[in-house]
T-cell receptor
Framework: ETGVTQSPTHLIKTRGQQVTLRCSSQSGHNTVSWYQQALGQGPQFIFQYYREEENGRGNFPPRFSGLQFPNYSSELNVNALELDDSALYLC??????????????FGPGTRLTVL | AQSVTQLDSHVSVSEGTPVLLRCNYSSSYSPSLFWYVQHPNKGLQLLLKYTSAATLVKGINGFEAEFKKSETSFHLTKPSAHMSDAAEYFCVVSVTGYSTLTFGKGTMLLVSP
């Protein structure tokens, strides 16, 4: 059984650029959640995707957007990068049944640095 | 709205001594509570979970936590620390099962020989 994988592991961008982060969910999982973990902080919920639709969103601006594909993998896109977007971005996959989510399994994260 | 407060940013123990990591929660509804551990350069791992069943919850690697509604606490304990326990620990609350997780700021556990 393959766990949650994320790519790339590290990324350096400059202010104003756009970035795409990728996540492959664990086999059998249909739900993906994204979190931002700034240095010295706990992860903060960005949004969740279920059946290719956004299924909940945290307090992040619209320049943070996502996609979920038919194979349940997912992308996080961030436009107009700001210095404060520098963080570890975590993806978590889970199985949702009858609208109820089960345990989330986390990937190792993508470290984004904005210069 | 829900939130968690981890009362210590750092906890230092000697190997073989007990571990106590403190967490208080706030929730408008009956919460689900979790403890996750994060080792350097590794993903978050679920240690244990409380979802309205037994108030004393046993997790992996000898950790356990007790849900105390009257004190709105969910402290994590272990009788005897091991060097491999050194990591960052997060207390997490959810009011929608596992759906949306709200993390505390974390407690760094340091274990000395």
């Amino acid at each position: 059984e393959t766990g949650v994988t994320q790519s790339p592991t590290h990324l350096i961008k400059t202010r104003g650029q756009q970035v795409t982060l990728r996540c492959s969910s664990q086999s059998g999982h249909n739900t993906v959640s994204w979190y931002q973990q700034a240095l010295g902080q706990g992860p903060q919920f960005i949004f969740q995707y279920y059946r290719e639709e956004e299924n909940g969103r945290g307090n992040f601006p619209p320049r943070f957007s996502g996609l979920q594909f038919p194979n349940y993998s997912s992308e996080l896109n961030v436009n107009a990068l700001e210095l404060d977007d520098s963080a570890l971005y975590l993806c978590a996959s889970s199985l949702s049944t009858s609208g109820r989510a089960h345990e989330q399994f986390f990937g190792p994260g993508t470290r984004l640095t904005v210069l | 709205a829900q939130s968690v407060t981890q009362l210590d940013s750092h906890v230092s123990v000697s190997e073989g001594t007990p571990v106590l990591l403190r967490c208080n929660y706030s929730s408008s509804y009956s919460p689900s509570l979790f403890w996750y551990v994060q080792h350097p350069n590794k993903g978050l791992q679920l240690l244990l979970k409380y979802t309205s069943a037994a108030t004393l919850v046993k997790g992996i690697n000898g950790f356990e936590a007790e849900f105390k509604k009257s004190e709105t606490s969910f402290h994590l304990t272990k009788p005897s620390a091991h060097m491999s326990d050194a990591a960052e620990y997060f207390c997490v609350v959810s009011v929608t099962g596992y759906s949306t997780l709200t993390f505390g700021k974390g407690t760094m556990l340091l274990v000395s020989p």
